[in-house]
């Protein structure tokens, strides 16, 4: 059982580019989200999902898109990468919202 | 809107307990949290706590919860080197997995 799969680890962007950061699991869980996480802060809530087709914005959405066509996978696009988006991105889910959430291990992102 | 503050940094002797506090500002959150970050790792759920309890225990775990102050705890009882990490208070917001994060504390145990 893998859990949540985030792939890939690590990601050296130039500004301007654009790439998606995928997020698969296998729990058959209808919950999902996309964090990033800055030093000296806690992880805040880009974008979540409570099942396939549905999607909604969270806390820190501009220059991200997401889609979950599955249960299982729930990607993350950057647009046009930015300086800005240089960040640690750890993807999530959760069985029912509210008891667990399951993280996945992170993709570190670097724009340049 | 949300907020949730805690310490950043927290030494303690191998043996002695660690009390790490959160304080958030949302009275209607249902659940709190505490997970645990190692060096380039995800995180990992410890326990968490629904709103209606004061307190939970878990093993060498203790959450104490004071809905009036708006305070959460996380008692680490018999502290080990293998505790060292950072700890995340969260707050959960209208469920659907979506969590507000404190800053996180770094907690250092040594000999």
């Known amino acids: 059982n893998a859990g949540v799969t985030q792939t890939p680890k690590f990601q050296v962007l130039k500004t301007g580019q654009s790439m998606t950061l995928q997020c698969a699991q296998d729990m058959n869980h209808e919950y999902m989200s996309w964090y990033r996480q800055d030093p000296g802060m806690g992880l805040r809530l880009i974008h979540y999902s409570v099942g396939a087709g549905i999607t909604d914005q969270g806390e820190v959405p501009n220059g991200y898109n997401v889609s979950r066509s599955t249960t299982e996978d729930f990607p993350l696009r950057l647009l046009s990468a930015a300086p800005s988006q240089t960040s640690v991105y750890f993807c999530?889910?959760?069985?029912?919202?509210?008891?667990?959430?399951?993280f996945g291990q992170g993709t570190r992102l670097t724009v340049v | 809107g949300e907020d949730v503050e805690q310490s950043l940094f927290l030494s303690v002797r191998e043996g002695d307990s660690s009390v790490i506090n959160c304080t958030y500002t949302?009275?209607?959150?249902?659940?709190l949290y505490w997970y645990k970050q190692e060096p380039g790792a995800g995180l990992q759920l410890l326990t968490y706590i629904f709103s209606n309890m004061d307190m939970k225990q878990d093993q060498r775990l203790t959450v104490l919860l004071n809905k009036k102050d708006k305070h959460l705890s996380l008692r680490i009882a018999d502290t080990q080197t293998g505790d060292s990490a950072i700890y995340f208070c969260?707050?959960?917001?209208?469920?659907?997995?979506?969590?507000?994060f404190g800053a996180g504390t770094r907690l250092a145990v040594h000999p």
């Open positions: 949302d009275s209607s959150s249902t659940y």
């Open positions: 969260a707050e959960s917001i209208g469920g659907y997995n979506k969590l507000i």
């Open positions: 999530a889910s959760s069985p029912d919202g509210n008891t667990e959430a399951f």
